[in-house]
Structures are given as C-alpha cells and as structure tokens.
C-alpha cells in the first residue's frame, strides 16, 4: 500500500498522495465502525451516511462562531419551540404510562399529539423564518458553539451515538433485510433534515470556513522557519535556483506539511480506536458478541439479551463512523450536506469491510486504504484508458468526448466488481478473520 | 361552484398525480416482492436495474426516431418497450447466472444476497452512467395532454382547470393490465402455481418435482417486465434522471413492506398508500380550504404538514410506522 | 418380494454416520412400519431412501433399478410419493391447488386420480376451496397425504403422520392409510407411536442405533416379549 502510495507521489505528485493516505484514514476509520457493527454483531447497517453526516453536523455546531444577530431574532421562538417539542414527547409518555389503555387513551394521545405538533410548526415556522433572513449570504443559520473544532471529533462521535441509539430502538430485533432498509431510510431522512433546516446547517448552502486544527498553507509560506526548514530538506540553495522555482518548491511544501500535520492526527485517532476495537474484540464481551452473531437462537436460549447487546454494538459502531465525520468535515474545512450520497458514504464503506475481512479489524483498515485508493485512481486510469482508446477517433467525433465525460463512472463498475469477486471467491475477505468457525 | 373547484383542484393536484405515482410505485415494488417471495432477499439492485431497463428503452426509442417509426400520437417509447424488456431480461438472467445462481446452490443466508445486490447496484449504477451519462432525459414524443387545464376552464366555466396528460393515463392502463396479467398468471396456470408453491415451501415444491431453476427463471422474468415497465412509464411521466431511479428504491421497498413483502396485492396497496401519504402530506391545501371555507376567509399560513422537500422522508415515516405496528405489513408477507 | 429395498445402508450428516447398515423393505399392498427409539436413525434411514441424504455404503433399489445415486427429484418422477413430518402443506394455497402441485409432473389428465383422493378424504373435496392453512391437524395431513397420492405414486413413505394428532384422528388417518394401501401401493412410515402403527403393519422394522434389532410382521413383533417390553413400554 505505501508503495502504492509512493507510485502516485512520485508519478503525480506527494501532494495528491497524501490526500489520498489522508481520506485513506478516514476511511478506514468508518470502516472499523462498521466492521464493529458487521463483523462483531452481524447488523447490516446500511445507514452509514447518518452517522457521518451527523458527525460532519457536530464539527460545524462546535466550532463555528455562534451567529449573535440570528440568536437575537430568533433565539426565543427557537426556545419555544424546543420546549413544545420536549413538553409534547414528556406529555405523550405520561398519557401512555398514566391514562388507562382503552380508545379514550388512543383519542387523547392522537389530539395531545397533532396540538404539539401544530404549536411545534407555528414557533419552528417563526424561528426558522427569522433566523434564515439574518445576512442569508454569509450566516442565516445559529452558527455554533466556537470551540477548538478537534473538541468536535468527540461531539461529533456522541451524536451519532445519540442517533444510534434512537435507531436502534425503532429498528434493532427486525430481520437483516428490514433493518438494512429502516437504517437506509434513517440515513436518507437524515439527510434531507440536514439540507433543508437551513436555520441549523445552513442546507445546500453549505458551511464553509471552518477553523482549522493546523496551520494554512499561506502563514507556513511566510514563516522563516518553515522557509529554513524546506531549504535544509532540500539541502539546496535559494541563490542557485530561480526564485519563481523556489518559490513553488516552498509552495508545494507547504501543502505537503499541512497535510502531514493532518496525518498525525488522523493516524493517531485511528491508532487509538484500532487498539480500542481490539481489545474489545478479544474480550469477554467480544467473545459473547461473536457467539451471538454465529448463533442467535443459541445465544439467546443461553440468556443473552440479544437485543441489548445489538444495540450496544450498534451504538460503538456509529459513535466511531461518526467520529470520522467529523474528521472529514475538518478536513475540508466545509460542510456540504449536499455532497452525502449513500453510494459514497454507505456502500462504499461496505465495500472496504467486505474486501477486507469482515470481522477483522486490520482487515477493515487494509480493505478502507484498498477501496479508497482504488476509488480515487480508478478515475485517472480510466481517463489513461480512454485517451487511449480514442487515438481511434478522429477529435471531432461525438464519441470520444461522451467517453471523456463519462470515464468517472468506470471507477463504479470497478467497485462493485471487486466487490462481487470478493464475495464470491474470497468471501472472508483478504484478511479472514481468527480462529472462528463460521459457515456462511 | 366553490366545493367544484376544491375537487376539481384536489384531483389535479393530489388525486391523479397520487395515482399515477402509486402505480408506478406499485409496479416497482410488485417487482421488489416478487423476487423476495421466491428467493427471500430485498434486492437493493432494483433501483439500478429500473435505470437501465429505462436507459435500454430510450436508446430504442432514440434509434427508432431516427428512422422515423412512430406514431405521432402514442410516445414511441411505447413501441420500444418490448425490447426493453427483452434487453432487460437478459441482463437479468445475466446477473442471475453469473451471481445470485451461486449463493442458491450454496444456501447462503439472505444477507450475503443483499450483499451481493449492492455490489450489482455499484456495477449498474455504473455501466448506465458510462452509457447516458448522468443528464436529465426527456424522451416523450407524442400527444402530450389529454385534456389540457384551458380547455377544461372553458368547458366546464370552473376557476379551476383540470389537465390530464397521456402518460398518466398510460401508466394507469399498462399498470392494470400488467397486475391483472400477473394475477391471472400466479392464480391460473401452472407455473404461477408452481411458483407460489415454491414461495410457500420450498422443500415441498421440490418434492413435489417443481423445477427450481424454471421458478427462478420465471420469477427474473416477470421481474424484468415490471421493472421496465415501472421504470419507463416513471421516466415518461416525469424523465429520466439516473440518481432520482437510485432514490425510487426507498419508496419502493416501503410499498413492498407496508403492503406484506411477498405478497402481490400487498405491494399494489403499499405502493398507493406510500404514494398518496407522499402527495398528501406535502400538498399545501390553503387554495382548497380557502374554496370550501366562508367567502373572503383564507388559512393562516400554507396549511401543509411537511414542507415538500421531506417527500421521500414520509414513504420512510410510514416504513416505520408499519414495522413497529405490523411487522409483517397489511397482508401477513412472505409468501406469493 | 419387495418393491422398494435399502440394502445396508451406511450414511449420516457428516459427522459421524446415523445409519450403521439397516435394511429397510416396501412390498405392493403392504404397509410397513420402523420403529424405535429416539436417535435410532429413524427418519434418516427414510431421507437415504429418498435421496436428501448420501449414502455412503449400501444400496436402494426401486422396481429392481439400483436409484442409489438418483436425485429425490428422479425417484419422485419414478413413482415415490414422500409426505414429511412438518411443513407437509401448501399453506397458503387451496386444498385443490395443493392437490394440483402434487400431480405438477403429470402431463396427462389427472382428474381422475382427484376424485379417488376426494373419494378417500371426503372432508377434502368439502373445503376444496379453502388455504390448507386454515384447516385442522388432522385434515392438513390428510392434504399432505392427497398431495402424495396425486402422482399415482408406486410407493408411498410417510414420515411420522399421527405426531401431534388426537388418538382419534390418528386412528382415522390410520384406517385411511390401510385404505390407501388396498389400491395395491407399497406404504412405508416411520412411526412414534409405535404399538398401534405395529397393529396396521404387515412389516415391521424395530431400529436401534441405525441397525436393524428386530425384522418381521407387525403381529410377530407385537407378540415379542423384548420388543414389547423395550419399544412399547410394558
């Protein structure tokens, strides 16, 4: 892999390479979170966009500075309107605990309902109306908390866990197809929530700006230090070579050690989680989730609460995709709710654990680096592919610029391919999971 | 005259637009329970699948354009469909022989087969991208409206007016005619018995000499027709879009569940109710109030429950609701 | 002789082997019972018979035609009618349908064989037209029965037909059972209850840890002191 790595550094260029490793970490990090709720537990999440999404969500609400005019204007509606809805859930498990089951309960927690959330809409209408007019070209939205946005990779990791857990309340106990479809269904809500509460995310109109935890490119550029540090490295003198060279050589360097800073981070929550889920993995604990995912009829019939147990593996699972989320947000330093698309960041993840070994952790951190790179190559390669093929058609021809256009969408083929031959000519994956007896 | 025009408004806006939806729902997910009822895996390559049926139909149509065979009334994609279908069929087969055939044979549990339809899913997203591209396709040709809203004014001398388009009646008429065609054949012949006897219990079926690759066959093949029906007469009413096919794979699986998945007219039923739930729900119903309310009053407010952005969110709300009421859906699912 | 033979036979699911050499018979016009203890490879040694299970060592013979490596499908279409202990119905279809799935590899007219099996079950062509599901234990097996008949079976094997029937409506479908066998069909069923199956039985085989313990007529077996006092309970 670093090799791998080393090729497209050296060929394109280390700036490209180590955006790649970069999205290969987070990758791989979503991917452990799903290996934890796959390979531990066999629960097919197919909703793994929420938890990212919700994680990109918490990197925004921490470390935006909060709006102070939209809080202003809108601030009291939103107040009400978060005290109607807590007040009309309260109210709806008093009615359920207290008045006696018959038709007069079903009636008067039908009409508690439809009140709550008519006096919901009328301060939601108010509050996001107002809030949505303030300066809608830069802010219309609340903004957040303007913490250091690393605070976030947590926050971001408690929400989704936050989620999960409403999730696998509704879903959890279902057979493997319906919560497959109930968690895809979740996910797509999710997103729609997000682009569309403009008051809260923005929506299509993104967030953009978010603080970094490293510094930008343009301060390293006019650092001595760092201008002393690229010279060393290159142990080349700036009076030898044009300045318009030296200047790109510290440009280019620039952006390498920016990303490298990222890295550091990325790979040391990855470490961190890596060990955690293994630990976990060869503890009792693990143990028992592994037996009820070989066996659950057993499992159960020994008096295991299987669903308790799924729904703790389930909430692990998605606190650790949504802290690469929120990882990922950081790293672009945007969000853009439009931009999850459950091909992307479902399936694609799903692909990273199925080739690498469904319940090997190692395996999901190889199987996330493997489908990423081959994701992202897979683009250039085919447009190699199609220049070349095109030296048969004359440059007029319709054909080859179709082909041009449509050369990205090979890297689809590609995946679903891999992903296809895997199941069925290595179903354990490359690397199978440890002395297990399972049979699928 | 007032309660006129609030039907008349109601029809045209929420009435036959939920209809035509709901049959095209309802053939999408007739597809989706057909292929559970036989080989129990929600095949999440529908979706995908319903693309390239459409995209096979536009490139026919496309040719047949060009030589000029057409109708001048009837949308030519009409005339194409049967070799959609035909192109549709062998890609499934293709996929059938090439994947699925082995997890059967290997008794695999449902979820390896789910999985193995999100790999086809990936593939097919693909190769109908490499082909069309991802652009928005209008390939409706013919006589547009059937009755158009001027018209209808000055017909019937409403405020409101009624437009009727020619693909909204043809997805009505081929939707009735595909299901009663599908009912007579799994009610009436022999290999629509043998497959719900397969559906029912397999082992039995098996003992009982039914051939379980002819089912299977069978079972892609009707797949095929609903598939392309559904894809083609969604892609006429609207057009042609390849990511709005990837998203029609929520709607459908809520009409499959809602109605029982397995069960036939549990997904003609689950495909309406998701359909008129999703217009409903999102239809802002002030104009109506304001006609049937007292002269010069009008509702505060749009007078919507959900604001129309949430549409798919309401196919997954009654998802919902139905899993934790009825797990097993209206009609009790799983088999044919 | 016999019409339907396993000679021998050796196999299990593997781990181990259930069936240690047993041999079991079937002749036109008789009905034959095995019996035994739990675990004693009852069912298995019918599954070799029919061909769900492999046999390592032995062989079956339909007709004087060595069927060892045929498939169940084959053997159906060679005249075996098999009826299984649980899931024996069609459920959701209407006891006619039922009827008609079990005729499927009939190309001829077959409407002959179903009003002998109404005739045998009258109750039958009275709820022709309700789903098997709905109807009761007893006349879900008598479906499952019908269903077998409707191939115009040579052989008919039946895998514990009275569990979880009343005594009465075991004693029906017994008398059924002997009904069925006057048509000059070769029966062949496993039984729990094994004292009242012995009574019907012109063969009976008492199996013990996949060996034949004790061979001969129902009677006989009946009259055996050991058998009576280690199979029947007293």
Redesign the interface.
């Known amino acids: 892999m670093a090799l791998l790595l080393g090729i497209v550094g050296a060929t394109q260029s280390w700036n490209v390479s180590l955006a790649i490793l970069n999205l290969c970490l987070i990758s791989a990090v979503m991917s452990l979170g799903l290996n934890i709720q796959w390979g531990y537990a ?1 629960l ?1 999440n ?1 909703g793994v966009m929420a938890s990212t999404a919700l994680g990109g969500l918490a990197a925004v609400l921490v470390s935006y500075s909060p709006v102070g005019e939209a809080w202003a204007v809108g601030g009291l509606d939103t107040g009400l309107a978060f005290i109607t809805l807590v007040s009309t859930v309260l109210g709806a498990w008093l009615i359920r605990k207290k008045v006696p089951e018959g038709s007069i309960r079903r009636v008067i927690f039908f009409v508690w309902l439809l009140g709550g959330y008519a006096l919901l809409r009328h301060f939601y ?1 108010q509050a996001s109306l107002s809030i949505e007019a303030v300066d809608p070209a830069q802010t219309g939205f609340l903004g957040g908390l303007g913490l250091p946005i690393l605070i976030s990779w947590i926050a971001g990791g408690a929400t989704a866990a936050g989620l999960a857990w409403v999730v696998g309340r ?2 959890l106990g ?5 919560f ?3 968690t ?3 996910s ?2 999710m997103i ?2 997000l ?2 509460e403009d008051w809260l995310t923005r929506g299509v109109k993104n967030v953009t700006g978010l603080e970094r935890p490293v510094p930008y490119e343009v301060d390293l550029q006019q650092s001595q230090w760092f201008i002393d540090l690229v010279i060393r490295l290159h142990s080349a003198d700036p009076n030898q070579v044009s300045e318009e060279f030296f200047q790109e050589m510290v440009m280019s360097a620039s952006g390498v050690f920016v990303k490298l800073c990222y890295s550091g981070f990325f790979l040391t929550v990855l470490l961190v989680i890596l060990g955690l889920a293994a630990l976990a993995l060869n503890s009792p604990w693990g143990r028992m989730m592994r037996a009820i995912r070989d066996n659950e009829i057993a499992a159960a019939a020994m008096g295991k609460d299987v669903t308790n147990r799924h729904r703790q593996v389930f909430i692990l699972g998605s606190a650790v995709i949504g802290v690469a989320g929120a990882m990922l947000t950081t790293l672009d330093g945007q969000f853009t709710p439009g931009s999850y ?3 992307r960041f479902t ?1 694609l993840i ?2 990273m654990v ?1 080739i690498g070994g469904s319940g090997n952790n190692l395996g999901a951190v190889l199987g996330a680096f493997i489908t990423w790179f081959t994701w992202i190559e897979a683009e250039p390669v085919a447009l190699w592919l199609v220049e070349n093929l095109n030296s048969f058609l004359s440059e007029q021809n319709p054909l080859r610029q ?1 082909f041009i ?2 050369a990205p ?9 891999i ?2 031959l895997v ?2 000519f290595r ?1 354990a994956g490359i690397l199978p999971e440890k002395n297990t007896n399972r049979t ?1 | 005259m007032d309660s006129l025009n609030a039907i008349v408004l109601l029809s045209n806006y929420v009435f036959i637009p939920s209809l035509v939806y709901g049959s095209q729902l309802a053939l999408g997910a007739l597809g989706v329970t057909i292929v559970f009822g036989i080989m129990r ?2 095949n ?1 390559a529908h979706g995908e699948m319903m693309s390239f049926a459409t995209v096979s139909t536009i490139f026919i149509t496309w040719w047949f354009q060009s030589i000029g065979f057409t109708t001048g009334i009837l949308p030519t994609a009409l005339l194409a469909l049967p070799f959609g279908i035909l192109i549709t069929g062998l890609l499934v087969w293709a996929i059938e022989r090439s ?1 699925f055939s ?1 997890y059967r044979q290997r008794k ?5 087969f ?3 339809s ?10 109908v ?3 069309i ?1 991802t652009d928005e396709i209008i390939f409706m040709d013919g006589l547009k409206f059937l009755i158009k809203a001027g018209e209808f004014k000055k017909w019937s001398g409403l405020k409101e007016g009624l437009a009727l388009k020619q693909t909204q009646v043809l997805t009505v008429l081929l939707a009735i005619l595909a299901v009663s065609w599908l009912f007579w054949f799994l009610q009436k012949t022999k290999m629509g018995k043998a497959m719900r006897a397969f559906s029912d219990n397999e082992d039995l079926a098996l003992l009982s000499g039914v051939d379980p690759e002819k089912v299977v066959r069978t079972t892609w093949f009707i797949s095929a027709v609903l598939i392309t029906l559904a894809g083609v007469l969604y892609g006429l009413d609207k057009s042609y879009k390849p ?1 709005i096919y ?2 029609l ?2 709607p459908i ?2 009409a499959a ?1 809602v109605g029982g998945i397995g069960q036939p007219l549990g997904a003609i039923l689950g495909g309406y109710i998701v359909a008129f739930s999703e217009v409903t729900t999102t239809y802002a119903f002030k104009k109506f109030l304001r006609y049937l309310g007292p002269e010069g009053w009008s509702p505060e ?1 749009l007078v919507q429950l959900l ?1 129309t ?2 549409k ?2 309401v ?2 709300l009654i ?2 609701l139905v ?2 009421i009825r ?1 097993t859906g209206l009609f009790k699912g799983r088999v044919l | 002789m016999s019409y339907l033979l396993g000679e021998n036979l050796i196999g299990g699911y593997g781990t181990g082997d259930i069936l240690k050499g047993c041999t079991i018979s079937a002749a036109p016009g008789e009905i034959s019972v095995v019996v035994g203890p739990n675990g004693a490879g009852k069912s298995t040694a019918m599954k070799a018979l029919l061909g769900m299970l492999k046999v390592l060592k032995g062989k079956v013979m339909l007709a004087g035609q060595d069927i060892t490596n045929m498939s169940p499908q084959q053997r159906v279409q060679l005249g075996m009618a098999f009826v299984p202990q649980t899931n024996n119905v069609f459920s959701s279809m209407t006891v006619e349908e039922n009827l008609e799935l079990g005729a499927y590899v009939r190309t001829e007219d077959y409407s002959d064989t179903m009003s002998q099996v109404y005739e045998l079950f009258p109750v039958l062509k009275e709820k022709r037209f309700q789903p098997a599901g709905e109807l009761s234990g007893g006349q879900r097996q008598q479906v499952a029965v019908g269903r077998a008949l409707m191939t115009k079976p040579s052989v008919l094997m039946l895998d514990e037909p009275t569990a979880g029937v009343s005594p009465i409506v075991m004693d029906e479908l017994f008398e059924r059972i002997i009904e069925v066998k006057q048509t000059g069909i070769a029966i062949l069923m496993v039984e729990q209850n094994a004292r009242q199956a012995l009574t019907i039985a012109d063969k009976g085989f008492v199996l013990v840890t996949g060996q034949n313990r004790f061979t001969d007529s129902g009677q006989v077996l009946l009259a055996n002191e050991e058998v009576r006092r280690s199979f029947l309970g007293g």
Request: charged letters at 10%; a positive charge.
């Open positions: 066999g097919f197919a209408e509704v879903a279902l057979r493997s197809d319906y497959a479809i109930a895809l269904g979740i797509e809500i729609s929530i682009k569309n698309i459950p091909l399936f799903w692909v199925i179709h256009n449509v969408h090979l890297r689809m083929v590609v995946m679903g391919l992903m296809i199941l069925r179903p699928d | 895996f929600a999440f994947v082995y695999s549990k449902p979820v390896i789910v999985i193995a999100v790999g086809v899913m990936f593939m097919l997203n693909g190769v991208r490499l082909f591209g990511l990837f998203h794979l929520l699986f809520a569940i407010g604001s952005e949430y798919f969110a196919s997954f998802l919902v899993l934790l797990p």
